[in-house]
């Protein structure tokens, strides 16, 4: 089975206070689009409004954790026959109404993942200066351990084509994991590109990164960039 419409994969933790509004706007603005929350075990509302809503979505019964619920978004879309499907977050810091222009490079065969990024045009919601620098950190990194350079890395903001649902459906970073996903992209051999686009801050609710928790990330992303290299590298 071939499904036309590329599929929205929204992972939501803890996001009652942002997945109604997000929602309701890809529902009533956007129907060219399919969708699909993933709850990942959230403990507020999160899963009692997208029931009573009549959302499409997968309820996880405990908290994997944004690789896992991207993941198992990936399993639907490759198990439901979508030949793109996008990430976005649930906390309404991506614009919908760019979606389309971050679809376009897979649609015109120039890449086969398209990531919305933030620094190319420079406008809209930077981020703090802290994690902008961790930004160019890990930018630097995976340019040293795969010669490709990506601005956006911890963007969540990104479109893939068929080929890379199958690859991430079957194996997909667990914590932390969209740096770790353009270095397994870059030894497939794919192709990247990155589109500018807008971000703003988020709507509602807290980040799950902050305070000791950025230190951990740094560290984690870091190790789990140079393993995934040399993982690569093993295999070939």
């Known amino acids: 089975m071939q499904t036309k419409n590329p599929l929205i994969i929204i992972p939501a933790y803890r996001e009652a206070e942002n997945i109604e509004k997000l929602v309701d706007n890809i529902i009533e603005n956007y129907p060219q689009y399919d969708y699909v929350i993933i709850n990942d075990g959230s403990k ?23 690789g896992g619920a991207v993941q198992t978004g990936y399993q639907y879309a490759q198990r439901n026959g979508y030949e793109i499907a996008v990430q976005i977050d649930g906390d309404g810091q991506h614009d919908v109404s760019q979606l389309s222009k971050v679809l376009e490079p897979l649609e015109k065969g120039e890449a086969d993942i398209a990531i919305g990024s933030r620094f190319i045009e420079r406008e809209g919601f930077q981020s703090s200066s802290v994690r902008r620098f961790g930004i160019h ?5 995976i340019f040293i ?6 601005k956006d890395v911890t963007s969540g903001y990104r479109a893939v084509n068929r080929r890379f649902i199958e690859i991430y459906a079957d194996s997909y970073p667990s914590d932390y994991p969209e740096p770790e996903a353009i ?20 709507q509602s609710g807290t980040s799950s990164i902050h305070a000791w928790k950025s230190v951990y990330y740094m560290v984690k992303v870091t190790l789990a960039i140079i393993i995934c290299r040399v993982s690569f590298g093993i295999r070939r």
């Open 145 to 150: 351990c795969t010669g490709r350079r990506v």
């Open 137 to 141: 950190f890990l930018s630097g990194l």
């Open 44 to 66: 507020d509302a999160t899963r009692s409004i997208c029931q009573s809503r009549g959302y499409c979505f997968l309820d996880l019964p405990i908290n994997l954790g944004i």
């Open 183 to 202: 270095v397994a992209a870059v030894m497939h051999r794919g192709k990247i590109k990155e589109v500018p686009v807008t971000m703003q801050e988020r």
